[in-house]
C-alpha cells in the first residue's frame, strides 16, 4: 500500500466515550453478576429440570456471544483482504468486539466442568450403548475436547489483540507501513479463522447428538455468526450516534452498505441452511434425518416454522428495498430482529437436545443470556474507554469519511 499518511482532526467528544464508557460497563457487569447468580442458584437450588436446562441454557447464550466476536474477527479479516476503505470509520467497534474474545475464553469453563451435563459422548455408559459414538471416540473425548477448546481460543485471542494492537498503534504514530503489515496477516490469519471456527461449530454444535454429521454444519454456524455481527453493527453505531458520538464520521452511506451486508448475508444463511436440509431430506438416511425430525416433532415444529419465516422471509423482504437501509432506525430495529432471530436459531440447534418435543423456555435462559452478555459488554465498554472509536490516522480514513453509494 502506497497511500499517504491522512489525519483528520476530531473534537475529542465525538469519538471517545471516555467516563461514560466506564459508566456504561460498570452497570452492564451489575447486569452480568446477577444475571449469573440468578441462572446458578435457580439451578442449583430447585434441582432436577431447572439444573438440567442450566447448561444447555448457558451453552446457548455463549454461542451467542461467541458468535459475535467470531463474525466481527471475519468483518476486520474481510477489510484487509479487500483493501476496504469504505468501512474504515467502522472497523474499530469491529475490532474491539472482536478482541472480547477472551471474555468467552474465561465464560467457557463452565462449559468444560459441565462437559458430562451437556455432552452424551462424555458419559461412559452412553458410548458403551451407541457403537457409532465408539468409533468416534478417538475425537469425541474430554482431554481432546478441552485441548481443541484451548487451541481454538488461544489463536482467537492472539489473532484479534493482535490486530486491535496494530490498529491502536497507528492512531498514535500514522505509520501506514502497519495497515500493509494487518493486510499481509489477514490471509493467513482468515485460513487459521476458518479451521477453528469449524472446530467449534463441531465440537459445541453438532456434537451435542455426538451420532449425527453434517459436513455443512461450520458453514451453517459461520454464515450465523457473520450475519449476527453484521446486524450487531448498525445497531452499535445507531445507539452511539444516539449518544452523541461518530456524529461526523458515520453517515447514511455506511448505513446503506451496513444494510446491505445484513441482506447478503441473511440469503446466505438461508441458502446454507436449506442447502443442508435438503441433502439430508433428499438422501433419507435414517443415521442423518433423525437430527430434524427431532426438530419437526412437537411444538419444535411451530419454532421451526418460525424460524424460516423469522430468520429468511421477514429480512429478505423487510431490507430488500433501498428505503429500509437508509433510515437508520428502521434499519437498527431490522438488525436487533436479526439478532434476535440468530438466538432462536441456536436455542434451534442445542435444546431438542435436552427436550424432544417441548420447548424448555425457563428463567434461566433470560439469567444466563443477560449474565453472559452484561459481562460481555462490561469488558467491550470498559477496552473502549481507553480507545477512539475510530482509526483516526489510518491511511484510508478520508476515503471512508467521504464514501458515497452509486
Request: proline content about 4%; overall charge positive; charged content about 15%.
Amino acid at each position: 500500500m502506497t497511500a499517504k499518511n491522512t489525519a483528520v482532526a476530531f473534537q475529542e467528544h465525538e469519538i471517545r466515550m471516555g467516563d461514560r464508557a466506564r459508566t456504561i460497563g460498570r452497570t452492564a457487569a451489575v447486569v452480568g453478576i446477577a444475571g449469573l447468580a440468578i441462572a446458578i442458584s435457580l439451578a442449583f437450588t430447585r434441582g432436577g429440570e431447572t439444573k438440567a436446562h442450566f447448561f444447555p441454557s448457558y451453552l446457548v447464550s455463549f454461542l451467542f456471544f461467541l458468535s459475535l466476536s467470531l463474525g466481527a474477527f471475519f468483518f476486520v479479516l474481510i477489510q484487509h483482504l479487500t483493501f476496504a476503505g469504505w468501512s474504515v470509520v467502522l472497523r474499530r467497534i469491529a475490532e474491539v468486539v472482536a478482541a472480547n474474545i477472551w471474555v468467552l475464553a474465561v465464560l467457557v469453563i463452565p462449559i468444560l466442568l459441565g462437559m458430562r451435563e451437556i455432552f452424551d459422548w462424555a458419559n461412559p455408559a452412553f458410548v458403551a450403548d451407541h457403537p457409532i459414538v465408539q468409533r468416534k471416540a478417538a475425537y469425541l473425548n474430554i482431554p481432546f475436547f478441552t485441548i481443541r477448546t484451548i487451541i481454538c481460543f488461544a489463536s482467537w485471542i492472539l489473532l484479534t489483540n493482535w490486530f486491535l494492537r496494530r490498529s491502536v498503534e497507528q492512531d498514535r504514530s500514522g505509520d501506514v507501513e502497519l495497515t500493509n503489515r494487518m493486510q499481509r496477516v489477514a490471509a493467513p490469519a482468515t485460513f487459521i479463522f476458518a479451521i477453528t471456527l469449524t472446530i467449534a461449530a463441531f465440537d459445541y454444535g453438532m456434537s451435542l447428538e455426538p451420532e449425527w454429521f453434517s459436513t455443512m454444519f461450520g458453514v451453517y454456524f459461520f454464515a450465523g455468526s457473520v450475519v449476527a455481527f453484521f446486524a450487531l453493527l448498525p445497531v452499535i453505531t445507531f445507539f452511539l450516534q444516539r449518544m452523541g458520538w461518530l456524529s461526523r464520521t458515520v453517515t447514511l452511506e455506511h448505513y446503506h452498505d451496513m444494510g446491505k451486508l445484513v441482506f447478503a448475508f441473511v440469503v446466505f444463511w438461508t441458502y446454507i441452511a436449506f442447502s443442508q436440509y435438503m441433502l439430508i431430506w433428499y438422501g433419507n438416511l435414517p443415521e442423518e434425518t433423525f437430527w430434524f425430525l427431532r426438530r419437526q416433532t412437537g411444538e419444535w415444529t411451530k419454532l421451526s416454522i418460525f424460524l424460516l419465516a423469522g430468520h429468511w422471509a421477514v429480512p429478505f423482504f423487510g431490507l430488500i428495498s433501498r428505503i429500509p437501509k437508509r433510515r437508520k432506525a428502521v434499519l437498527a430495529v431490522a438488525a436487533i430482529w436479526v439478532l434476535f432471530m440468530h438466538f432462536v436459531d441456536l436455542y434451534y440447534v442445542v435444546m431438542p437436545h435436552t427436550s424432544a418435543e417441548r420447548i424448555p423456555l425457563s428463567i434461566v435462559d433470560v439469567a444466563c443470556f443477560l449474565g453472559i452478555g452484561g459481562i460481555f459488554v462490561a469488558a467491550a465498554a470498559h477496552r473502549m474507554a481507553k480507545l477512539s472509536l475510530i482509526p483516526v490516522k489510518d491511511p484510508r480514513l478520508a476515503e471512508s469519511l467521504a464514501f458515497e453509494n452509486f
